[in-house]
């Protein structure tokens, strides 16, 4: 019989993984080995994102209808909202 319960860091709640974080990160600048993007580094890495995902032509798609659908049931409560003139 296999054992499934949570092991590890899995088993570690949110807050206690955020702590082991926080502590893993605080080192590192004192060591000075944490990595700081610079601005343009920064640039760079958004556009490296943004292009990625906008190749994946169904999720783009799927982002596309969502938006459509919210605008358009905006259109049709504004709509059932007439205002009395004043």
Do not use: C
């Amino acid at each position: 019989m296999m054992n499934t319960g949570k092991r590890g860091f899995a088993a570690l709640s949110r807050d206690r993984l955020r702590e082991i974080a926080q502590q893993g990160g605080q080192a590192a600048h004192r060591k000075g080995t944490a990595h700081e993007f610079t601005v343009e580094e920064a640039r760079v890495a958004g556009r490296k994102g943004g292009y990625a995902i906008s190749r994946n032509r169904a999720h783009m798609a799927a982002i596309g209808r969502k938006g459509g659908q919210r605008s358009a049931s905006h259109l049709r409560s504004s709509a059932r909202t007439v205002r009395e003139p004043q």
